[in-house]
């Protein structure tokens, strides 16, 4: 008995996600409720899926009860043949110091054939993942020609860093500044080599850094209007009201906006974002096709916000679907026909191929892009880390602050069977996988994984996250047995 409602736990796929509330993940970078993930499911998946979650639970029961003696998994820890699967399996990584060579990255050269790489994180202040994201975009770059790349901040945001990039003047510390939480040494030193990169390149080669969140309407209508008061001041004096009452709602953090009131500045953004189609060749004239789209996107970036931070309380998931759409943008705009890297955390740039969580970005990208959007996720099991505190007895944010988990990872997770691998860096290709393996075998039922996103209330274990069957979900993992926190500026 025991051992049935122990497997019909793990076999849980969907009820886990649509029965609880992650009660310690609070704000923008959280997923919605419980009532959101069922319309979220209903809107992707119609009529179909009640039937299929009906069939997966009755598939979990059956299950259930044909354990026998001889099923180990997952009653005892991990049997032989899957850990040498999984060593077998497992490619060694020397480390995550982006001046490594090259050679231990071949069994990965295939990624230089997609239009996007998603480049996830398992948190958003890990030294060892930062590095290896840097190592990973230098490889792109250097050996496959990438020309960009998407970063999990604001498009405004941005335009300075890619500004920088290009040579203009200042620091790229004093702009990261802006970013708030993103500003690690690694950042920096990855965006001081791409700008090291760009001086020797001429203008069409060069490096582009491109921030696709939207998130927050902070740069926007400056940098609308020190274009505008370039190519037509008199553009610009007829749209200046429409920029400052976007200002006044974003300075209220959008709480005073109606519905009658955003709806009124989303036809009005939306119809000014439309009249530059018939602008462009005169703005062209007078600055350029590049500086043209970039600034349009600025009005397109507005119109996300928007949607994201007045429509938060329903079930789609704008977010993710403006992410990836800006992506797709990037891509075409700056990239030539050749790969962009996608820099986001896990949970952004998972193929959340189900729907049974709100539709990722990645989950996007595969639908627009197939094979051609490839992801790599990344996991660890110890270590310090930076991010966000959370008080979850006073509910309250106690700052940015360094971050240890001692503990052993939670049985049978990803992490666990990971920390018992013979190597202690490595990454696997789990689209690579043998159908009937051991190591498919276990990934394919679903296991969960340890993921922390801006916050971290000291309890490891609320931050198991089920990805559900994880090869569909990443193509590969690197990991880290353990890891150290990634220093601010």
């Not at 029965?19 to 959101?36: C, F, L, T, V, W």
Request: with cysteine; aromatic share 12%; charged share 25%.
């Amino acid at each position: 008995m025991l051992q049935f409602q122990d497997k019909l736990g793990r076999l849980r796929l969907a009820t886990d996600l649509l029965a609880e509330k992650q009660e310690d993940e609070m704000g923008k970078d959280y997923r919605p409720s419980n009532q959101k993930k069922q319309e979220e499911i209903m809107k992707h998946h119609g009529k179909n899926f009640i039937p299929f979650l009906v069939i997966i639970l009755l598939l979990g029961v059956w299950a259930c009860e044909k354990v026998t003696e001889d099923d180990h998994e997952p009653f005892e820890k991990f049997s032989q043949e899957l850990l040498a699967d999984l060593n077998r399996s497992a490619l060694q990584l020397t480390g995550s110091d982006p001046t490594l060579p090259d050679d231990e990255l071949a069994p990965l050269a295939d990624l230089g054939q997609a239009l996007v790489v998603g480049l996830g994180e398992a948190t958003h202040g890990t030294h060892e993942f930062f590095a290896m994201k840097h190592r990973l975009f230098r490889y792109l770059v250097e050996r496959f020609d990438f020309r960009a790349l998407a970063f999990e901040c604001d498009y405004d945001q941005s335009i300075y860093f890619d500004r920088w990039l290009n040579g203009g003047a200042g620091g790229v510390a004093h702009d990261l500044m802006r970013i708030g939480t993103w500003r690690p040494v690694e950042v920096t030193a990855l965006l001081e080599w791409m700008r090291q990169v760009n001086l020797t390149r001429p203008e069409a080669e060069r490096l582009h850094f491109v921030g696709v969140d939207c998130q927050f309407a902070t740069y926007q209508p400056d940098l609308l209007r020190e274009y505008l008061q370039h190519v037509s001041p008199q553009h610009l004096a007829e749209i200046e009201a429409l920029l400052v009452r976007e200002e006044a709602f974003r300075d209220a953090d959008f709480k005073n906006l109606t519905t009658e009131q955003y709806q009124s500045l989303w036809r009005e953004l939306e119809s000014e974002y439309q009249a530059w189609a018939s602008l462009k060749k005169d703005f062209v004239a007078l600055s350029s096709t590049r500086e043209f789209e970039v600034a349009r996107q600025l009005l397109r970036s507005l119109i996300q916000v928007n949607q994201v931070s007045f429509e938060s309380s329903t079930s789609t998931n704008y977010r993710d679907f403006h992410m990836a759409e800006n992506t797709l943008w990037a891509q075409k705009q700056f990239c030539g026909g050749r790969g962009i890297a996608l820099w986001a955390h896990n949970l952004h740039v998972a193929n959340d191929f189900a729907g049974i969580w709100p539709v990722s970005t990645g989950y996007h990208l595969r639908q627009a892009l197939g094979k051609r959007y490839v992801i790599v996720g990344f996991s660890f099991c110890q270590g310090s880390f930076t991010a966000v505190g959370y008080d979850p007895v006073n509910k309250v944010y106690t700052g940015l602050q360094t971050h240890s988990i001692d503990e052993a990872p939670l049985p049978y997770s990803v992490n666990d069977l990971f920390f018992a691998a013979e190597k202690k860096m490595f990454f696997l290709r789990l689209d690579r996988l043998v159908k009937g393996d051991p190591l498919q075998v276990w990934f394919n039922q679903g296991r969960k994984m340890l993921n922390i996103t801006v916050s971290y209330n000291g309890n490891p274990a609320k931050y198991y996250w089920i990805p559900f069957f994880i090869p569909p979900c990443y193509d590969v993992l690197i990991h880290f047995d353990r890891t150290t926190f990634a220093a601010q500026l």
